[in-house]
């Protein structure tokens, strides 16, 4: 069947991590991790009807399939893997805790959109209540992303989930999908929770308490669209002209972006498809029992065992049902979270391009230019804390997020995996 086929791949797919173990720590070091002794599969090319070229990527770079990178300390329990790293940064114990229910329709002349209640928890001195209660819709979100990559450019903030969805996937504003997108709202607004910077920014605390009106009128505080205008020719600029040499350490954190693009958008499309074709089986076996107690009435010398055929497809149904109910709940959106997580990555790295284009451009500037040479070297240097400020903050949130990720996937992957042994035991009783 190839239903099962995933797990195996997850553990030789071999993505990319860039720990500590390698030589090149930036690009070659795992993904998954684990203990030394682990008995890894050598990885194969899976055998699907297509895609066979894409899939090939799994078997050629042997170095990006060790799984080194954890401690042997780390909790091997698949349920207790999620977010065990703890960071020298990072708070003991939790003090804000974030949920998003209650999705409402709102329909008007003009549009249609769902909001979200937003329920906010805290013991921080800061907020003015412990406990908080609004309503937000997509659009806020997207502004709260917004300010958050405008006050720190290169801090990975966590991908929101795609405004619009793929086509013939599922209808717009269907409950699935209502109920898709406020996990996921509820994951990006946890993440930033517990992420050491972020958590403390004034845009989400004002995103988590104001009201409508509130958020409405904080909005608006802003820039004008002029400026934001300038500012975008501006970083529009600076990234055609690109950065003269950009950093070693940064030159292979971008190649392991690349790598870790690649694969993870490839393991998507995999589980996805495996997903789809499961569920057709899933259709068609729901079908396949009736048949046999149909077939019964006609048959007395074979009706019990017949009906005995029907009754084993139908607990084999259901614990289908089961494994797929776990495959599009805990793997699917994990591994395109973080397809999704890539592509803020490019555009982490795409700011800090900039930031180091801007001081590149004034020290040209510097070289040819006799007149103004005191004001361009005030500039340059209040830049050059600037590239060290945003160096410093990218390196120090890439291992935060590095760990994270580890946990993330492996904990995925090893549920899965446990879950589809305990699916195949149940089809054979």
């Known amino acids: 069947m190839e239903g099962d086929r995933l797990a195996s791949q997850a553990r030789s797919s071999g993505l990319p991590a860039g720990g500590a173990t390698g030589e090149n720590p930036g690009v070659d070091a795992p993904l998954l991790g684990g203990s030394g002794s682990s008995a ?12 066979e070229d894409d899939l090939e990527v799994f078997s050629k770079d042997a170095s990006l399939m060790d799984m080194n990178s954890f401690s042997p300390m780390m909790p091997t329990s698949p349920l207790s893997m999620i977010n065990q790293v703890k960071f020298e940064d990072e708070p003991d114990l939790k003090d804000l805790f974030i949920t ?10 003009i549009e249609t959109f769902i909001t979200y209640r937003i329920i906010t928890k805290t013991s921080r001195g800061e907020f003015d209540s412990s406990e908080f209660e609004v309503r937000r819709r997509y659009q806020d979100f997207l502004w709260l992303k917004g300010k958050l990559e405008e006050a720190h450019p290169t801090l990975i903030i966590p991908p929101l989930p795609e405004k619009f969805i793929v086509k013939g996937m599922v209808e717009r504003f269907n409950d699935d999908f209502i109920e898709t997108r406020r996990k996921a709202l509820q994951k990006f607004l946890n993440r930033i929770a517990d992420h050491p910077t972020l958590t403390f920014n004034e845009d989400f605390k004002v ?15 802003g820039p004008g ?25 940064f030159m292979e954190m971008n190649n392991f972006i690349e790598i870790f693009s690649q694969k993870i958008n490839l393991i998507d499309k995999i589980s996805q498809r495996i997903y789809k074709e499961e569920r057709e089986y899933s259709d068609e076996m729901r079908e396949y029992g009736p048949i046999h107690i149909l077939w019964s009435a006609s048959e007395e010398d074979l009706a019990d065992t017949l009906k005995g055929v029907a009754s084993c497809i139908d ?11 776990g495959l599009s709940e805990a793997l699917l959106p994990v ?3 973080y397809v999704l997580y890539s592509e803020m990555l490019m555009g982490v790295m795409k700011r800090r391009d900039q930031i180091q284009a801007e001081l590149d451009s004034k020290v040209e500037a510097l070289t040819y230019k006799k007149a103004d040479t005191d004001l361009l070297t005030e500039e340059i240097g209040k830049l050059e804390d600037k590239v060290e400020c945003a160096n410093n903050a990218l390196k120090a949130d890439w291992e935060r997020w590095k760990h994270n990720m580890q946990n993330d996937i492996k904990s995925a992957f090893t549920d899965m995996a446990e879950e589809n042994i305990h699916y195949y035991e149940q089809i054979l009783s």
């Open 40 to 51: 890894l599969l050598q990885a194969e090319v899976l055998d699907l009807d297509e895609d």
């Open 100 to 109: 998003v229910d209650e999705p409402e329709s709102h329909v008007t002349t």
């Open 207 to 221: 995103f988590l308490t104001a009201q409508a009106w509130e958020l409405s009128s904080h909005k608006k505080q």
């Open 225 to 249: 669209l002029l400026s934001r205008m300038g500012q975008t020719v501006r970083a529009v600029a600076l990234s055609m002209r690109g950065v003269k040499s950009r950093p070693e350490e």
């Open 315 to 325: 607990k084999c149904c259901k614990a289908t049902e089961k494994r797929m109910s």
């Open 335 to 337: 591994v395109h979270e």
